[in-house]
């Protein structure tokens, strides 16, 4: 019985371990026993040791083999070969000859392609190198940077009023934030749902249900110059709904990396008069392109006909393709691009800029890009980069006039004085005066209509908070009775973490793409935070709740902060 008790755990194990090759599939199998192999007989050789015994004769001594070793290399080369995408396991061969760009034959508009990504990213530093790096030359950036973060530090009081006095002048304030955000809270919510990570993990059709639309296509994978995206339709509003996910995924950073201003052709302007030619964000507007293709059969066979209206939205990465997706429609359908047509709005939720500046500011009628405090994202071009060095070159030039430059030890001194320097101690290096006049010099320097300087597309709802307001930073949400966050106590301590960190706007203005609060980086703590969909949120409830924020401090900005 003993015997037959072993026999059968023994079939057991085997029929166990084929099953388990056969999941595996035969090539990571031989490739992980190979490389056990290799690895094992060469820490068996390298072991090998000559040795002298005590009567003079020459043995060799053999360790035993590194078997436990070679197995566990082998079991991590075959766990990341499971992690490497399709797309990137059909390229090997590229990669085992070790190819230069410019010898392989490669489609440039496809970015499942290593060689035509590799080249994209190559022409963007060369780009980069010749316009910020060789054009501004900064004897030491990182030092200048450093220097002005603790001018910032010193100057804070009157930079935060300097800040609310730029935002409060800049495009147009809304006194009630209602009036241009009316239903954001739920056309954000579609926004944030195309990353399928819905609360309580329901599913995507469910929660469209409920908003009364229902899901007819869900696209969940998403390659290099592709997006993944959801299209749901509602009988009743007689509305086609196209969401567009950001980034969430290795794919979609390389998309978002391809950031250099390339020419595209229009099958026809997207407006009245407009070009057929226009500069847009490389990466993203191949992405739009494929997912325009995909759709024109749906718009044209089923939306046009029925007099349904379409509705674009994402945040992030989603938001730029929507822009790019909304004009390149337009562009191929007369009907939608009609005069006061409202056959079709694109609704942007921090989205990166990607259109030259006519075009972007041609995207007004139908596209709103909707930015939060500080978010860097809306901010990250090329052009408020070398606004950035430009900043810093006048900060570097202080510090040479100061003998601050580290280059010899008295400079060094000098500097790490100023530096260690507490905020009520010393005298700051530069004043706001002369920090204003150095910004304003640095915007004059950046043309706005260069060809490679791209723009966040349509009209800008800007939310912001003050700075200058006591207790700024503490409070972020309404408390418990649901009083406004500006009237709470300076001394509420937030709930959570994540009250603390959320900040939450209280106001609005609308402006443009090349407003004077986006052509800057606004250096804050709170500028990566400002971006992700739980600050958007708490910003859009906030306003929509309770109306514009009856707070004073502007009024009292003293004289020499205004130009």
Same mark, same amino acid.
């Given at each position: 019985m003993v015997e037959e008790d072993k026999v059968t755990d023994i079939k057991q194990s085997v029929n166990n371990m084929w099953n388990g090759v056969k999941r595996v599939g035969i090539a990571p199998l031989l490739l992980t026993f190979g490389i056990g192999y290799r690895v094992g007989i060469h820490a068996t050789r390298a072991t090998l040791q000559r040795t002298v015994s005590s009567s003079g004769t020459i043995a060799t001594k053999s360790n035993p083999p590194y078997v436990l070793s070679a197995v566990l290399v082998a079991f991590?080369?075959?766990?990341?070969?499971?992690?490497?995408?399709?797309?990137?396991?059909?390229?090997?061969?590229?990669?085992?000859?070790?190819?230069?760009?410019?010898?392989?034959?490669?489609?440039?508009?496809?970015?499942?392609?290593?060689? *035509?990504?590799?080249?994209?990213?190559?022409?963007?530093?060369?780009?980069?190198?010749?316009?910020?790096?060789?054009?501004?030359?900064?004897?030491?950036?990182?030092? *200048?940077?450093?220097?002005?973060?603790?001018?910032f530090v010193q100057l804070k009081d009157e930079r935060?009023?300097?800040?609310?006095?730029?935002?409060?002048e800049a495009g147009k304030n809304v006194e009630n934030p209602k009036d241009v955000l009316e239903g954001m809270d739920d056309m954000f919510e579609f926004a944030d749902w195309a990353y399928d990570e819905l609360p309580d993990e329901k599913p995507l059709s469910e929660a469209l249900k409920e908003k009364g639309f229902t899901l007819i296509r869900h696209d969940k994978v998403a390659l290099p110059g592709s997006v993944?995206?959801?299209? *749901?339709?509602?009988?009743?509003?007689?509305?086609?709904?196209?969401?567009?996910?950001?980034?969430?995924?290795?794919?979609?950073?390389?998309?978002?990396?391809?950031?250099q201003a390339q020419s595209f052709d229009l099958k026809e302007p997207f407006i009245k008069g407009g070009p057929t030619e226009i500069r847009a964000h490389e990466g993203i507007m191949l992405a739009s392109k494929r997912l325009a293709d995909e759709v024109e059969v749906l718009v044209e066979e089923l939306l046009l006909p029925s007099k349904y209206k379409l509705v674009i939205t994402g945040h992030s990465l989603g938001a730029s393709a929507a822009a790019l997706l909304g004009m390149l429609l337009r562009s191929r359908f007369a009907q939608l691009r009609q005069e006061n047509s409202n056959l079709l709005k694109v609704w942007a939720f921090a989205s990166p800029p990607v259109l030259d500046y006519d075009a972007a500011l041609a995207c007004t009628p139908f596209t709103t890009t909707i930015v939060n405090n500080s978010?860097?994202?809306?901010?990250?071009?090329?052009?408020?980069?070398l606004i950035v060095m430009?900043?810093?070159?006048?900060?570097?030039?202080?510090?040479?006039?100061?003998?601050?430059?580290?280059?010899?030890?008295?400079?060094?001194?000098?500097?790490?004085?100023m530096l260690t320097q507490s905020e009520e101690e010393g005298t700051p290096i530069m004043t706001m005066d002369e920090i204003r006049a150095a910004m304003t010099a640095a915007n004059a320097k950046v043309e706005l209509k260069d060809p490679d300087h791209l723009y966040v597309a349509g009209r800008v709802i800007q939310m912001y908070d003050l700075w200058s307001k006591e207790g700024y930073g503490q409070v972020s949400v309404a408390d418990k009775e649901g009083a406004h966050p500006s009237k709470l106590s300076n001394n509420t301590i937030p709930e959570t973490e994540t009250e603390q960190n959320t900040r939450t706007a209280e106001r609005v203005n609308v402006d443009n793409g090349a407003s004077s609060i986006l052509r800057y980086i606004e250096l804050d703590s709170r500028m990566l935070t400002d971006h992700l969909?739980?600050?958007?949120?708490s910003s859009l409830n906030n306003l929509l709740s309770y109306g514009a924020a009856k707070v004073?401090?502007? *009024?009292?900005?003293?004289?020499?902060?205004?130009d």
């Open positions: 991590a080369a075959r766990e990341l070969w499971k992690t490497f995408p399709d797309w990137i396991k059909r390229q090997i061969p590229y990669l085992k000859r070790r190819y230069k760009v410019e010898e392989v034959d490669f489609d440039p508009d496809d970015m499942t392609s290593l060689p *035509a990504i590799a080249a994209k990213l190559q022409s963007l530093f060369a780009l980069a190198q010749e316009k910020v790096v060789d054009a501004v030359r900064v004897p030491n950036p990182q030092l *200048a940077f450093i220097a002005l973060l603790k001018i935060s009023r300097d800040r609310d006095r730029r935002y409060s993944a995206h959801y299209i *749901a339709i509602s009988k009743e509003r007689k509305e086609a709904l196209i969401g567009i996910k950001g980034s969430s995924s290795f794919e979609d950073l390389l998309t978002d990396c391809c950031m978010d860097i994202i809306p901010r990250w071009s090329l052009s408020n980069l430009e900043y810093l070159k006048n900060v570097h030039n202080r510090l040479e006039e100061r003998g601050m430059t580290a280059k010899d030890w008295k400079s060094t001194k000098s500097l790490f004085h969909s739980p600050a958007y949120r004073d401090e502007l *009024a009292t900005i003293p004289a020499e902060l205004s």
